[in-house]
């Protein structure tokens, strides 16, 4: 049985927050840098999160999209990104994969996923 996106969300927030308490320069990268980040699942719900104080937070259901990072995909691929069954490249040159962000949010981002 497949997790659904936001459980794989939930494990990607547990896995971020212990790098950050484990890995000095991981945490560093991240200091001070706030940021909202909204994934929206096109067919499917939107959710939102906060990356503040050097912890992000549960994400949440939302229909705010309105983030400094906004990653729009269909479940199918948000899940095979999450779980690097589909490259974040292929998925973007295809158009299945859109993200609003600036190259360094980008950057964030991959550490996050």
């Known amino acids: 049985m497949t997790n659904s996106v936001?459980?794989?969300?939930?494990?990607?927030?547990?896995?971020?927050?212990?790098?950050?308490?484990?890995?000095?320069?991981?945490?560093?990268?991240i200091e001070g840098k706030d940021r909202t980040i909204c994934i929206c699942v096109s067919d499917g719900h939107n959710y939102s999160t906060k990356l503040e104080a050097m912890r992000i937070e549960d994400f949440v259901q939302t229909d705010n999209t309105d983030a400094d990072l906004v990653v729009t995909a269909n479940s199918e691929v948000l899940t095979g990104l999450i779980n690097r069954e589909i490259s974040p490249i292929k998925a973007y040159m295809s158009g299945d994969l859109k993200v609003k962000a600036s190259l360094t949010d980008m950057l964030l981002l991959k550490r996050l996923f």
Not at 6 to 16: C, G, R
């Open 6 to 29: 936001i459980d794989l969300l939930d494990e990607k927030v547990i896995e971020f927050n212990s790098r950050i308490d484990e890995e000095p320069e991981f945490s560093r990268m």
